[in-house]
């Protein structure tokens, strides 16, 4: 597979996925001085089930 293509997420990605949601709420959790948002409490167990 190529590095240009797009392919759907399996049950390995998880949690990279998982990591990468943290990372990227990091900044509307410090807009809002709030950490207490749910995607930074969501975990590997509630990303399987979603």
Known sequence: MSKDSISKAN???LQ?????QYLAYQSEAAL?????IPPLKQTLDEVIEE
């Not at 990279?16 to 990468?20: A, H, Q, V």
Request: no cysteine.
């Open 11 to 13: 049950m390995d990605d």
């Open 16 to 20: 990279e996925i998982l990591n990468l």
């Open 32 to 36: 809002f001085g709030n950490k207490d």
